[in-house]
């Protein structure tokens, strides 16, 4: 059973920065794609972007403003983002692909991210 536990969210003004980090219980977190997907009120859960191995990639909405990292002697992925908008505003959560690609298996609780205008 893997574990993951978000951190990082809170709120902030239209233009700011978070960091979200997201840390897995398990050592062999290193060979799992790590994704972070996002839900606001009344909407459905989005896809924001993930790591596999060596690549990340993020979504077109969020390109150019956020980014993924992982640091895999840490058990922790991270989700940066960078000029925020009220658009962004949502629960981020992240979660773990050890199966079939592209097919999440475990999530964290998420975060709240609020970014005010």
């Known amino acids: 059973q893997v574990q993951l536990v978000e951190s990082g969210g809170g709120l902030v003004q239209a233009g700011g920065s978070l960091r979200l980090s997201c840390a897995a219980s398990?050592?062999?977190?290193?060979?799992?794609?790590m994704g972070w997907f996002r839900q606001a009120p009344g909407k459905e859960r989005e896809f924001v972007g993930a790591v596999r191995g060596g690549t990340t990639y993020v979504t077109n909405s969020v390109k150019g403003r956020f980014a993924i990292s992982r640091d895999n002697a840490k058990n922790t992925v991270y989700l940066q983002m960078n000029s925020l908008k009220p658009e962004d505003t949502a629960i981020y959560y992240c979660?773990?692909?050890?199966?079939?690609?592209?097919?999440?298996?475990?999530w964290g609780q998420g975060t709240q991210v609020t970014v005010s205008s």
């Open positions: 398990e050592r062999t977190f290193t060979y799992y794609a």
């Open positions: 979660a773990a692909s050890v199966g079939t690609p592209g097919t999440y298996d475990y």
